[in-house]
């Protein structure tokens, strides 16, 4: 495996790893150990495992704009209607998120904004021209946080991404590319982009800087309270 773009564990498998490298996508049964390619009918920028069933991915591509696979990835269908397309009819979907208590309910980070979907992929419904950052809340059902870059602002929803009402803004208006909400700690929030890592304990409403590192992206270990950066440059 060369430069890697995405990885993806598949959330009831821990040793099932899904890698883009451009130009394929490999897949991992052994942890990382040994990878073989996976024929995917477009290009790919990542890949998602439903966290209900392990046979189920979301490929976010450019061209069809979703992939849908129910076998695993041995076959691939269209998934993407209602997503805006580009001039030239082409769909570009960047990344696709799965709420983890309903597996049902999707959104799509795209060229022309965030998409919704609450029926698996089946139909989709623009949310915004802009786009926002996502990390769904690990304490209570239906809550989301976003961060959305046009006006640089943190947000919230309790309904499942319908409406999303603003709570805070970043120090300086900064821009973030990732968010984590910490399973650990209700209400905590990271936010990182290139003006470093942020926290906030009030649920979005204030933030202190952590790092002035560039940020790429955050995670945390499912066994204990350990947080991951991981830092550009």
Do not use: C
Request: glycine share 10%; no cysteine; net charge negative.
């Amino acid at each position: 495996v060369n430069f890697v773009s995405s990885l993806t564990q598949d959330p009831r498998n821990p040793q099932s790893l899904y890698a883009v490298s451009y130009p394929s996508v490999l897949r991992s049964t052994d942890g990382g150990a040994s990878w073989q390619a996976m024929a995917v009918p477009a290009q790919v920028n990542s890949i998602t495992v439903d966290p209900s069933n392990s046979a189920v991915l979301y490929a976010a591509v450019a061209g069809p704009g979703v992939l849908k696979s129910t076998d695993g990835g041995q076959t691939w269908a269209a998934s993407a209607s209602g997503i805006t397309p580009e001039s030239d009819g082409q769909i570009i979907v960047w990344s696709i998120l799965i709420d983890p208590r309903n597996p049902a309910l999707l959104f799509a980070t795209t060229y022309e904004g965030l998409a919704r979907s609450a029926d698996s992929g089946a139909t989709w419904t623009m949310i915004n021209h802009f786009g926002y950052v996502l990390a769904f809340d690990p304490f209570v059902p239906g809550a989301l946080y976003a961060y959305d870059p046009g006006f640089a602002q943190f947000l919230r929803s309790t309904d499942g991404g319908l409406l999303f009402v603003p709570v805070g803004a970043p120090p300086n208006r900064q821009y973030f590319s990732t968010i984590f909400a910490d399973p650990t700690r209700q209400g905590t929030l990271y936010a990182g982009g290139s003006d470093g890592l942020f926290k906030s304990t009030d649920g979005g409403h204030t933030w202190t800087v952590k790092l002035t590192n560039s940020v790429a992206r955050i995670a945390s270990d499912p066994s204990k309270p350990v947080l991951y950066a991981t830092l550009n440059g």
